[in-house]
């Protein structure tokens, strides 16, 4: 049975994380009824939940300068949240202290309002506690760096309001899900839900438009090199250019829309297989990403920087691809077996010099995850321990508002050992 944390006279700190997502094939076909595959990406949003005694609902988001505290009464109450006609409504709500933040932060706010509102009754809000997220993912980038939020954020609420435990069974994954498509909702309307199911499930997600997301149970981790080419886009002028196309040719487009869907479906269709030997995967693949890029180029829907980084990771053997919708944002390219250190950090420094970021990682791997420990270590202790050893300070703080201070301020390459 799951106890209410909120309700209890102390309990112990605990980090919920989220993946981020990468569209590995079918963007903007999916748009048109066309198979989608995305995967869960091994850079993740990780929210600390700490107690409080004080009656204030404090929200700590260090990478966009939130840090808010909200007196417990001046969140709506279940009824009130419930009686919203859509989530984003919730902004109706907000007391005048919480108007001041805009983009992002608004957003974040917001959710963070809504959910405590419909996840938490009054009681269970009495005593106050504290949640920092720290996210590992560019923002803005088409990685799920929202949806990531969202299911961080998500989990933590129902754990403390006692919904959810560890989120490890098929029904508190999918109660999470649910309440991060609506945390999705507040951000952007009306989502597609891939981005809080990837988060949420993990592993390799198949997508067509009207029907549920299917997991394709795969075990397997594709190694990646994802590249942010920090150029901002616009997903809704991607795809109007993509119509605009469409309606000037349209068999033309619907043969490219087909092709991209058969590509989907082929990598789908592997995906869900444990016969296939590495090699023949990994040629597949490597075929499929780079067939998929020309067609996406034909939409018109690529750029100069992403045309940039798949010269430089071509030179090395990396067949790549834009992710996403495209006209900026990120590429993503395959790590081949056999691809040594160098190669990876002469494709970093290439494409660094020219202001691309690059993040060596994997796609495939754990969702969500909730826990109190860290290897056998309790969560509170691990961070104390880690944050001396790296010289941070915190004095004049309680010991637990101490906890979110050095949360906020550790070193993003310690994060690795609170992922699961």
């Given at each position: 049975?799951?106890?209410?944390?909120?309700?209890?006279?102390?309990w112990a700190?605990?980090?919920?994380?989220?993946?981020?997502?990468?569209?590995i094939?079918?963007e903007h076909?999916a748009v048109?009824?066309?198979?989608?595959?995305a995967?869960?990406?091994n850079?993740?949003a990780?929210?600390l939940?700490?107690p409080?005694?004080?009656?204030?609902?404090?929200?700590?988001?260090p990478?966009?300068?939130?840090?808010?505290?909200?007196?417990?009464?001046d969140?709506p109450s279940?009824?009130?949240?419930?009686?919203?006609?859509?989530?984003g409504?919730?902004?109706?709500?907000?007391?005048a202290?919480?108007?001041?933040?805009?983009?992002a932060g608004?957003t974040?706010?917001?959710?963070?309002?809504?959910m405590c509102?419909a996840?938490?009754t009054?009681q269970?809000?009495?005593q106050?506690f504290?949640?920092?997220v720290?996210?590992?993912?560019?923002?803005?980038?088409?990685?799920?760096?929202?949806?990531?939020?969202n299911?961080?954020l998500a989990?933590a609420?129902?754990?403390l309001?006692?919904?959810?435990?560890?989120a490890?069974?098929?029904?508190?994954?999918?109660?999470?899900?649910?309440?991060?498509?609506?945390?999705?909702q507040?951000?952007?309307?009306?989502?597609?839900g891939?981005?809080?199911?990837?988060a949420?499930?993990g592993?390799f997600?198949?997508?067509?438009k009207g029907?549920?997301?299917v997991?394709l149970?795969s075990?397997?981790?594709?190694?990646?090199?994802?590249?942010?080419?920090r150029?901002?886009?616009s997903t809704?002028a991607?795809?109007?250019g993509?119509r605009?196309?469409?309606d000037?040719?349209?068999?033309v487009?619907?043969?490219?829309?087909?092709?991209?869907g058969?590509?989907?479906?082929?990598?789908?269709?592997?995906?869900?297989?444990?016969?296939?030997?590495?090699?023949?995967?990994e040629?597949?693949l490597?075929?499929?990403v780079?067939?998929?890029?020309a067609?996406?180029?034909?939409?018109?829907?690529?750029h100069p920087s992403l045309?940039?980084?798949?010269?430089?990771?071509?030179?090395?053997?990396m067949?790549?691809?834009?992710?996403g919708?495209g006209?900026g944002?990120c590429?993503?390219?395959?790590?081949?077996?056999?691809?040594?250190?160098e190669?990876l950090?002469s494709?970093a420094?290439?494409?660094s010099?020219?202001?691309i970021?690059?993040?060596p990682?994997?796609?495939?791997?754990?969702?969500?995850a909730?826990?109190?420990?860290?290897?056998?270590?309790p969560?509170?202790?691990?961070l104390e321990?880690?944050?001396k050893a790296s010289g941070l300070?915190v004095?004049?703080?309680s010991?637990?508002?101490?906890a979110?201070?050095?949360f906020?301020?550790?070193p993003?390459?310690?994060?690795?050992?609170l992922?699961?």
């Amino acid at each position: 049975m799951v106890v209410a944390l909120s309700t209890a006279s102390t309990w112990a700190p605990f980090v919920s994380s989220a993946p981020g997502k990468a569209i590995i094939f079918g963007e903007h076909a999916a748009v048109y009824g066309k198979t989608a595959v995305a995967g869960s990406v091994n850079m993740r949003a990780y929210a600390l939940a700490t107690p409080r005694h004080d009656g204030l609902l404090h929200l700590v988001l260090p990478d966009i300068d939130v840090d808010v505290e909200i007196p417990s009464t001046d969140i709506p109450s279940r009824e009130q949240a419930d009686a919203l006609s859509h989530p984003g409504d919730v902004a109706e709500l907000l007391p005048a202290s919480l108007r001041k933040y805009d983009g992002a932060g608004r957003t974040a706010v917001m959710t963070f309002v809504f959910m405590c509102g419909a996840l938490l009754t009054q009681q269970q809000r009495t005593q106050g506690f504290s949640v920092c997220v720290r996210s590992l993912l560019p923002v803005g980038s088409g990685l799920g760096s929202s949806a990531a939020f969202n299911v961080a954020l998500a989990s933590a609420l129902l754990r403390l309001g006692g919904l959810v435990g560890r989120a490890e069974s098929p029904e508190e994954r999918d109660l999470v899900n649910e309440w991060a498509f609506k945390g999705e909702q507040v951000a952007h309307g009306t989502p597609s839900g891939i981005d809080n199911s990837v988060a949420t499930f993990g592993g390799f997600l198949q997508y067509t438009k009207g029907a549920p997301p299917v997991q394709l149970g795969s075990a397997l981790n594709l190694r990646v090199l994802i590249c942010d080419t920090r150029v901002p886009k616009s997903t809704m002028a991607q795809v109007a250019g993509v119509r605009v196309l469409r309606d000037a040719y349209p068999a033309v487009i619907d043969s490219v829309m087909d092709a991209i869907g058969a590509i989907s479906q082929g990598a789908a269709d592997m995906f869900g297989r444990a016969d296939i030997p590495a090699d023949v995967l990994e040629t597949h693949l490597s075929d499929s990403v780079r067939l998929n890029h020309a067609l996406l180029v034909a939409l018109g829907v690529s750029h100069p920087s992403l045309e940039r980084v798949r010269d430089v990771t071509a030179a090395r053997s990396m067949p790549c691809k834009l992710t996403g919708a495209g006209g900026g944002g990120c590429a993503l390219a395959l790590i081949p077996r056999g691809t040594t250190g160098e190669d990876l950090e002469s494709v970093a420094a290439e494409l660094s010099a020219e202001g691309i970021r690059c993040y060596p990682t994997a796609i495939g791997g754990h969702g969500v995850a909730v826990s109190d420990m860290v290897a056998g270590e309790p969560v509170i202790s691990w961070l104390e321990r880690k944050t001396k050893a790296s010289g941070l300070c915190v004095v004049g703080e309680s010991y637990y508002h101490s906890a979110i201070a050095r949360f906020a301020s550790l070193p993003d390459a310690d994060f690795a050992a609170l992922a699961p």
